[in-house]
Nanobody, 127 residues
Framework: QVQLVESGGGLVQAGGSLRLSCAGS????????MGWFRRAPGKERRFVAA????????YYADSVKGRFTISRDNAKNTVYLQMNSLKTEDTAIYYC????????????????????WGQGTQVTVSS
Protein backbone atom coordinates (compact mmCIF):
# COMPACT_ATOMS: atom_id res chain seq x y z
CA GLN A 1 0.00 0.00 0.00
CA VAL A 2 1.23 3.47 -0.92
CA GLN A 3 -0.18 6.65 0.57
CA LEU A 4 -0.12 9.66 -1.74
CA VAL A 5 -0.44 13.38 -1.07
CA GLU A 6 -0.60 15.92 -3.91
CA SER A 7 0.41 19.56 -3.62
CA GLY A 8 1.23 22.51 -5.83
CA GLY A 9 -2.18 23.30 -7.25
CA GLY A 10 -3.53 26.81 -7.40
CA LEU A 11 -4.80 29.62 -9.58
CA VAL A 12 -2.76 30.66 -12.61
CA GLN A 13 -3.38 32.70 -15.73
CA ALA A 14 -3.52 31.10 -19.13
CA GLY A 15 -0.03 30.68 -20.51
CA GLY A 16 1.44 30.27 -17.06
CA SER A 17 3.06 27.31 -15.35
CA LEU A 18 2.58 25.17 -12.27
CA ARG A 19 4.43 22.20 -10.86
CA LEU A 20 2.47 19.58 -9.02
CA SER A 21 4.09 17.22 -6.57
CA CYS A 22 2.91 13.89 -5.28
CA ALA A 23 4.65 12.61 -2.18
CA GLY A 24 4.39 8.92 -1.47
CA SER A 25 4.97 6.95 1.67
CA UNK A 26 5.77 3.30 2.00
CA UNK A 27 8.84 1.25 1.28
CA UNK A 28 7.56 0.08 -2.09
CA UNK A 29 7.16 3.53 -3.67
CA UNK A 30 10.16 3.04 -5.92
CA UNK A 31 8.58 -0.11 -7.38
CA UNK A 32 5.40 1.69 -8.36
CA UNK A 33 4.50 3.05 -11.73
CA MET A 34 2.91 6.48 -11.25
CA GLY A 35 0.22 8.36 -13.09
CA TRP A 36 -1.51 11.72 -13.10
CA PHE A 37 -5.20 12.03 -13.87
CA ARG A 38 -7.59 14.95 -13.80
CA ARG A 39 -11.28 15.55 -13.38
CA ALA A 40 -12.70 18.69 -14.93
CA PRO A 41 -16.02 20.08 -13.66
CA GLY A 42 -18.87 17.89 -14.87
CA LYS A 43 -16.57 15.42 -16.59
CA GLU A 44 -15.10 12.03 -15.90
CA ARG A 45 -11.60 11.52 -14.57
CA ARG A 46 -9.12 11.37 -17.45
CA PHE A 47 -5.57 10.23 -17.93
CA VAL A 48 -2.89 12.93 -18.13
CA ALA A 49 0.55 11.32 -17.87
CA ALA A 50 2.33 8.22 -16.61
CA UNK A 51 5.85 7.21 -15.72
CA UNK A 52 7.47 3.85 -15.05
CA UNK A 53 9.13 3.17 -11.72
CA UNK A 54 12.49 3.22 -13.45
CA UNK A 55 11.65 6.67 -14.78
CA UNK A 56 12.76 5.77 -18.29
CA UNK A 57 9.31 5.35 -19.81
CA UNK A 58 6.68 8.07 -19.96
CA TYR A 59 3.39 8.50 -21.75
CA TYR A 60 1.13 11.53 -22.20
CA ALA A 61 -2.39 12.28 -23.24
CA ASP A 62 -2.48 14.05 -26.59
CA SER A 63 -4.07 17.09 -24.96
CA VAL A 64 -0.98 17.77 -22.81
CA LYS A 65 1.82 16.41 -24.96
CA GLY A 66 4.57 18.99 -25.41
CA ARG A 67 3.27 21.12 -22.53
CA PHE A 68 3.39 18.81 -19.49
CA THR A 69 6.32 16.77 -18.22
CA ILE A 70 6.14 13.96 -15.69
CA SER A 71 9.19 13.03 -13.67
CA ARG A 72 10.08 11.30 -10.44
CA ASP A 73 12.68 11.27 -7.72
CA ASN A 74 12.62 7.89 -6.02
CA ALA A 75 15.08 9.03 -3.38
CA LYS A 76 12.44 11.57 -2.30
CA ASN A 77 9.45 9.30 -2.94
CA THR A 78 8.00 12.04 -5.12
CA VAL A 79 6.58 12.33 -8.59
CA TYR A 80 6.14 15.67 -10.34
CA LEU A 81 4.00 17.11 -13.08
CA GLN A 82 5.45 20.23 -14.66
CA MET A 83 2.68 22.06 -16.47
CA ASN A 84 3.59 24.79 -18.93
CA SER A 85 1.55 26.88 -21.37
CA LEU A 86 -1.55 26.23 -19.32
CA LYS A 87 -4.94 26.63 -20.92
CA THR A 88 -8.33 27.25 -19.38
CA GLU A 89 -9.32 23.73 -20.38
CA ASP A 90 -6.61 22.39 -18.05
CA THR A 91 -8.75 23.50 -15.10
CA ALA A 92 -9.47 20.38 -13.04
CA ILE A 93 -8.72 18.49 -9.89
CA TYR A 94 -5.47 16.63 -10.45
CA TYR A 95 -4.89 13.24 -8.86
CA CYS A 96 -1.80 11.11 -8.68
CA UNK A 97 -1.97 7.36 -8.60
CA UNK A 98 0.42 4.51 -7.92
CA UNK A 99 0.50 0.86 -8.87
CA UNK A 100 3.14 -1.82 -8.57
CA UNK A 101 5.04 -2.30 -11.79
CA UNK A 102 6.57 -5.72 -12.44
CA UNK A 103 9.22 -4.24 -14.71
CA UNK A 104 11.17 -1.00 -14.56
CA UNK A 105 9.59 0.13 -17.82
CA UNK A 106 5.98 -0.66 -16.91
CA UNK A 107 3.45 2.17 -16.83
CA UNK A 108 -0.34 2.30 -16.83
CA UNK A 109 -2.75 4.69 -18.53
CA UNK A 110 -6.14 3.45 -17.33
CA UNK A 111 -7.51 4.58 -13.99
CA UNK A 112 -8.79 1.05 -13.36
CA UNK A 113 -5.19 -0.19 -13.32
CA UNK A 114 -4.31 1.89 -10.25
CA UNK A 115 -5.21 0.95 -6.71
CA UNK A 116 -3.56 3.80 -4.79
CA TRP A 117 -4.82 7.37 -5.15
CA GLY A 118 -4.19 10.74 -3.63
CA GLN A 119 -6.88 13.15 -2.52
CA GLY A 120 -6.34 15.55 -5.41
CA THR A 121 -5.22 19.14 -5.83
CA GLN A 122 -7.19 21.87 -7.60
CA VAL A 123 -5.72 23.63 -10.61
CA THR A 124 -7.60 26.62 -11.96
CA VAL A 125 -6.48 28.41 -15.11
CA SER A 126 -8.05 31.79 -15.73
CA SER A 127 -8.33 33.53 -19.09
Amino acid sequence: QVQLVESGGGLVQAGGSLRLSCAGSGRTFSNNAMGWFRRAPGKERRFVAAISWGGDSTYYADSVKGRFTISRDNAKNTVYLQMNSLKTEDTAIYYCAAEFGPYSGTYYIRSSEYTNWGQGTQVTVSS
